[in-house]
């Protein structure tokens, strides 16, 4: 197997084996604490410029199929496992996860100690990482990737939104079945700042129609579609980089209801006059507590972001239900 190395901004080193593409790249590693769906999380354009480590220390059991993409391909710079399984078994696999990664582009690295990289972000935070099959120079790396820009202010969204206006009918998945394709009974209209495709076949399976709008679309353009409600959707990178967002639907907002996930609703407490933060290691996977504040209930939740709302920054008609 090919040599690889991961370097962080710190200077710790991590040295292990390549799968998927070779070559070298540079991102913001993260950690990612599901235990299944690593397709979805390589395929979720929220990840753009990040380097993914997975915590679940087998990667590869089920393989991947082309159906559970969340988009049209992967935007995310790097992927970290402990073992990479090449033997996938599922009977729904179309191909195994190094042959999927070699097609995208997309350099992963294996049989490092994923648990001491995580310790590493959970206590000190987020930081840039570079991952190389090319230069095996400890001093060349770390240059290389303290050099790199911080992914603050950064507008990542114009990266991976839709170019044009389109519509979606596509439902969830069904086994031994064609996709359901819901009766419309309202119409959404939907900012793609990098959007999952399985929320958009889950706002067709609760009856509506879909109508994806570019992130760069004015509030006059979405309004014209005459849509029930809007929504705001996840995305990479800073809230505050992409102002002109912001002020679209701040333009909305008393006009049409919103929501938004992620990205979509650190825009929206922004619109709303809020500010946000960086959280130190970010929330990525499965299994995040969140209180709901109305009755202390415990809601499980999965999350993807970097970014947070401040409650206080907010004004004081602006109610907050939930908090982590």
């Known amino acids: 197997m090919m040599k690889a190395a991961l370097v ?36 979720d354009p929220s990840y753009r410029g990040q380097i993914v480590t997975m915590t679940y220390p087998h990667i590869g059991n089920t393989g991947v199929n082309i159906e559970d993409n969340e988009s049209i391909q992967p935007f995310l ?10 033997h996938p078994s599922n009977w729904r696999t179309d191909q195994d996860l190094d042959e999927f990664l070699k097609k995208q582009g997309i350099i992963g690295i294996q049989g490092i100690d ?43 969204v114009k990266e991976v939104t839709c170019s044009e206006p389109y519509e979606w009918t596509e439902g969830t998945w069904q086994w031994n079945a064609e996709p359901a394709k819901g009766e419309a009974k309202f119409t959404v209209a939907v900012y793609d700042c ?17 109508k994806v709008f570019p992130a760069f679309a004015t509030s006059d353009e979405v309004l014209a579609a005459n849509p029930d409600g809007i929504f705001l959707s996840n995305g ?7 102002p002109y967002v912001i002020q679209n639907v701040r333009n909305l907002i008393g006009k049409k209801p919103i929501f938004g996930i992620c990205l979509g609703h650190q825009i929206l407490g922004l619109a709303l006059g809020g500010q946000t933060y960086k959280l130190a290691f970010g929330h990525h ?27 206080e920054s907010l004004a004081s008609e602006v109610q907050v239900t939930h908090i982590n």
């Open 77 to 86: 710079a790097g992927f970290v496992v402990k073992e990479y399984c090449p």
């Open 8 to 43: 962080l901004a710190d200077g710790t080193i991590f040295r292990g084996h390549s799968f998927g593409a070779t070559g070298e790249k540079v991102g913001e590693v993260v950690f990612n604490t599901a235990i299944t769906g690593y397709q979805e999380v390589l395929t």
């Open 236 to 242: 990479p990178g800073d809230p505050e980089g992409v």
């Open 114 to 156: 994923t648990r001491k990289l995580t310790r590493n972000l959970r206590e000190t935070g987020a930081k840039k990482g570079i991952i190389s099959t090319e230069d095996g120079d400890y001093e060349s790396l770390l240059r290389k990737v303290r050099g790199y820009p911080d992914i603050e202010g950064l507008d990542l």
């Open 285 to 311: 996977g499965a299994n995040h507590p969140v209180r709901r504040l109305e009755n202390g209930h415990v809601e499980i939740t999965s999350q993807n972001h970097n970014f947070a709302v401040r409650p």
């Open 194 to 210: 990098g959007i999952k495709q399985n929320i958009l076949r889950l706002l067709v399976d609760s009856g509506a129609r879909v």
